[in-house]
């Protein structure tokens, strides 16, 4: 991604480093290889103690820091549960957010660690976890919000535009509360979403809102604010937004043993320790009855 001018670039300041290098150079993308030979993919983890997690630089979910390290909520929790189950070593790749399950299937690492949203489609192309967490939908509006819109219905009334994340859910979202697809841009990373807002050539932009508060908290200057977050509909029925870690169809034992410790997690306090510093709160915890077999079948 490139910038017009150095000013620009100076104020959109970026929420996380782009690019495999900052998570152990480019040759970790290009030669990387899941675990293992012969053994199914738990017990070459733990008996080599390393694990590979794809991630998307989707901030705060997962993504690179300023130092190169790899943080966010999916990659620390994916790193304590890992911990718990005797493989301390967890390396990551970044690739772009639509290519994270076709590498996952190409073998070019066994977990995706990026908050991935549990979707019917996805499901039938990968196997997930318990849903680790349940988010809200928000929009990324001009200070103020001129306009008065609070909701996708409220984009597609107005005939606003709205800017969405390449293969993110928040498109079908968008269309489904009949935003026209003349107004809906769809963009590759999240700064772009803020400086589409900023710059006009959008209204507005379509993410959780965990995601939209914590671009904020890292732009204060940029002159926009976040909407309350609200539940989205598709074919006039509510549709619940929660995110898993992704596996391959055949990594029934894999994702087996990181459930048992998600719940673990989930159930001790430990996940909100950890996901806490990147904006996540109790009321992300996902309830009970919310499974993933009624996420990829709804």
């Given at each position: 991604?490139?910038?017009?001018?150095?000013?620009?670039?100076?104020?959109?300041?970026?929420?996380?480093?782009?690019g495999a290098a900052?998570?152990?150079?480019?040759?970790l993308l290009a030669?990387?290889?899941?675990?293992?030979?012969?053994?199914?993919?738990?017990?070459?983890?733990?008996?080599?103690?390393?694990?590979?997690?794809?991630?998307?630089?989707?901030?705060?979910?997962?993504?690179?820091?300023?130092?190169?390290?790899?943080?966010?909520?999916?990659?620390?929790?994916?790193?304590?549960?890992?911990?718990?189950?005797?493989?301390?070593?967890?390396?990551?790749?970044?690739?772009?957010?639509?290519?994270?399950?076709?590498?996952?299937?190409?073998?070019?690492?066994?977990?995706?660690?990026?908050?991935?949203?549990?979707?019917?489609?996805?499901?039938?192309?990968?196997?997930?976890?318990?849903?680790?967490?349940?988010?809200?939908?928000?929009?990324?509006?001009?200070?103020?919000?001129?306009?008065?819109?609070?909701?996708?219905?409220?984009?597609?009334?107005?005939?606003?535009?709205?800017?969405?994340?390449?293969?993110?859910?928040?498109?079908?979202?968008?269309?489904?509360?009949?935003?026209?697809?003349?107004?809906?841009?769809?963009?590759?990373?999240?700064?772009?979403?803020?400086?589409?807002?900023?710059?006009?050539?959008?209204?507005?932009?379509?993410?959780?809102?965990?995601?939209?508060?914590?671009?904020?908290?890292?732009?204060?200057?940029?002159?926009?604010?976040?909407?309350?977050?609200?539940?989205?509909?598709?074919?006039?029925?509510?549709?619940?937004?929660?995110?898993?870690?992704?596996?391959?169809?055949?990594?029934?034992?894999?994702?087996?043993?990181?459930?048992?410790?998600?719940?673990?997690?989930?159930?001790?306090?430990?996940w909100l320790q950890?996901?806490?510093?990147?904006?996540?709160?109790?009321?992300?915890?996902?309830?009970?009855?919310?499974?993933?077999?009624?996420?990829?079948?709804?």
């Open positions: 991604m490139a910038h017009s001018e150095w000013t620009r670039r100076d104020f959109f300041r970026r929420s996380a480093v782009v900052a998570v152990g150079g480019p040759a030669a990387c290889q899941s675990t293992g030979g012969g053994e199914d993919t738990l017990t070459a983890a733990k008996n080599a103690k390393t694990i590979k997690i794809g991630i998307a630089n989707e901030a705060p979910y997962g993504f690179a820091n300023s130092s190169g390290e790899t943080t966010g909520e999916a990659p620390e929790v994916a790193r304590a549960v890992f911990k718990a189950l005797g493989v301390d070593n967890v390396q990551a790749s970044v690739v772009p957010f639509d290519q994270l399950i076709p590498a996952l299937n190409a073998k070019q690492f066994d977990v995706v660690a990026a908050g991935m949203n549990i979707t019917p489609t996805r499901c039938k192309a990968a196997l997930f976890s318990d849903p680790d967490y349940s988010a809200l939908t928000a929009l990324l509006v001009p200070k103020g919000n001129p306009q008065g819109i609070t909701t996708l219905a409220d984009v597609a009334s107005k005939k606003v535009k709205v800017a969405v994340l390449s293969a993110a859910v928040e498109k079908g979202y968008a269309t489904g509360a009949g935003v026209a697809e003349g107004d809906i841009e769809t963009l590759d990373t999240q700064d772009n979403m803020l400086r589409a807002v900023t710059t006009g050539r959008v209204y507005c932009a379509a993410l959780t809102d965990i995601s939209l508060k914590w671009l904020v908290k890292q732009n204060p200057d940029a002159g926009v604010e976040v909407t309350a977050g609200f539940t989205p509909t598709e074919n006039g029925q509510p549709v619940v937004s929660a995110g898993g870690f992704v596996f391959r169809q055949d990594d029934t034992s894999l994702r087996d043993a990181f459930n048992q410790q998600l719940k673990t997690l989930h159930g001790n306090g430990q950890i996901a806490s510093p990147f904006g996540f709160g109790e009321s992300n915890l996902p309830s009970a009855d919310l499974t993933t077999d009624k996420l990829c079948n709804a």
